[in-house]
């Protein structure tokens, strides 16, 4: 049973367990009060629960990898931005078996502050990145590509790979650098967040745009990622290397 499914079952039993159902109907909406003290645990839904839960805490508690610095989220670059965007880029890469560019990231998309050094446990990639955030990668152009990186700048500077650098002045991308070159008239191969490439984070001109998907989340990829390094000897060494700045 995979980690999905064990959450699933826990929510099933517990839905299962409710001795009240709740009916929907045309009626106009009414606010009732409710006291803490009318909610009382229910202890036969708590045994029903308790294996899976063991079997859950069991998965998620389990070390998958160790870091040797502490990686922290900070604008305009931080360690944890780096590390993420760049273990995004290395599994986009694996996954849409083709080029890609670049990956960009939103920044309130990384959903704690750190990540201490030390031993990595599944959980705490699940804290970092709770929500079913898809990969996708995106053709852009070098308008749209600009476009982008102002709402970077705009923003205060979100995590890049390290196969692009930039600049922030006065909110916008200057000094715009990907694989040591300056933006051409060309098409670029991005991966993002469906999130940011759906409009969210008033990137509204990125959700009319082709997305080429492959069903792969955010936290998977970041999952995979500390996994294939642990296999293979390897521990999470992050610094700051100016890839984004500002002035």
């Not at 909610?39 to 998958?64: C, F, G, H, T, W």
């Amino acid at each position: 049973m995979n980690i999905k499914q064990l959450i699933l079952s826990c929510l099933i039993i517990t839905l299962m367990g409710c001795t009240k159902v709740m009916h929907v109907s045309n009626s106009e909406a009414k606010s009732y009060p409710v006291s803490n003290e009318e909610i009382q645990p229910d202890q036969s839904v708590d045994e029903l629960i308790a294996p899976y839960r063991k079997e859950l805490d069991k998965v998620m508690n389990e070390v998958i990898g160790f870091s040797e610095t502490d990686l922290y989220k900070t604008q305009p670059e931080g360690t944890l931005n780096n590390w993420m965007a760049d273990a995004i880029q290395y599994q986009s890469k694996k996954h849409f078996k083709e080029h890609v560019d670049c990956t960009i990231l939103n920044y309130g998309g990384i959903r704690i502050p750190s990540i201490a050094k030390g031993e990595i446990t599944r959980s705490k990639i699940f804290e970092l990145m709770p929500f079913d955030n898809e990969v996708l990668l995106l053709e852009l152009d070098k308008k749209i590509l600009t476009q982008l990186l102002n709402k970077v700048a705009e923003y205060g500077g979100w995590p890049i790979s390290k196969e692009l650098k930039m600049n922030i002045a006065d909110g916008k991308a200057t000094d715009i650098l990907i694989n040591g070159k300056p933006l051409e008239d060309k098409i670029y191969q991005v991966a993002i967040p469906d999130y940011i490439a759906n409009g969210g984070d008033s990137c509204f001109f990125l959700s009319e745009l082709k997305q080429n998907r492959l069903g792969i989340l955010v936290r998977d990829a970041l999952l995979t990622h500390v996994e294939e390094m642990t296999k293979k000897g390897e521990k999470i060494n992050v610094v700051k290397d100016g890839r984004l700045t500002s002035n």
